[in-house]
């Protein structure tokens, strides 16, 4: 049980364009939904806390402008990386709490050309 | 706030053996979890032990072990009897119970010799 399925896995874009990325939590409600970027030979890093209805919340330094997250409903979360550049190429994962802890999606590998 | 600090970058151990990873943090949070998890080329997050501040009792799951020392901050990873399968990346991480995320050290990567 609780499992997220993150889409697409990969991605290649044109710089300047917009991608979205969608987490869908598939057999339980998750009102809350994480957002991490890990580039290569990194750790994850904490991009924002999504909630069901209402703003996301950014961590310090990431452009909420740039990186727009919608959680419309229990079981959708989505990030698009609006106007997207080279250095945005990165790994991107979602991860839900639930009642064993956190699962995470498959994670998305964007690359900017 | 929550902070995880991994000062191993790196740790290699003899197929069969026993290795230890190390993680220290630190949270203002009352009641949290303790993590490890392992992250292969595919870059999939994989649980590998998971443990309830409250219980003093450390967690074990087959071959995995932590060593829990809460008034230290301290909550390290042992991995006995080593395999080629358990080469990976593992990560400590520390999350709340109340829908509060999750933060992660730098990572260990830890090679399997055969």
């Known amino acids: 049980g609780a499992v997220v399925s993150q889409h697409p896995s990969r991605v290649i874009c044109k710089s300047g364009t917009s991608v979205k990325i969608e987490c869908r939590s598939l057999d339980f409600q998750a009102t809350t939904m994480f957002w991490y970027r890990q580039f290569p030979k990194q750790s994850l890093m904490l991009m924002a806390t999504s909630n069901e209805g209402s703003k996301a919340t950014y961590e310090q330094g990431v452009e909420k402008d740039k990186f727009l997250i919608n959680h419309a409903s229990l079981t959708l979360s989505t990030l698009t990386v609006t106007s997207a550049h080279p250095e945005d190429s990165s790994f991107y994962i979602c991860?839900?709490?639930?009642?064993?802890?956190?699962?995470f999606g498959s994670g998305t590998r964007l690359t900017v050309v | 706030a929550q902070t995880v600090t991994q000062s191993q970058p790196e740790m290699s151990v003899q197929e069969a053996e026993t290795v230890t990873l190390s993680c220290t943090y630190d949270t203002s949070e009352s009641d949290y979890y303790l993590f490890w998890y392992k992250q292969p080329p595919s870059r999939q997050m994989i649980l590998v032990i998971r443990q309830e501040a409250y219980k003093q009792q450390n967690a074990t799951e087959n071959r995995f072990s932590v060593n829990f020392q809460k008034a230290a901050k301290s909550f390290s990873l042992k991995i006995s009897d080593s395999q080629l399968g358990d080469a990976a990346m593992y990560f400590c991480a520390s999350g709340g119970t109340n829908n509060n995320d999750m933060r992660f050290g730098a990572g260990t990567r830890l090679t399997v010799k055969p």
């Open positions: 991860s839900a709490q639930t009642n064993y802890g956190y699962t």
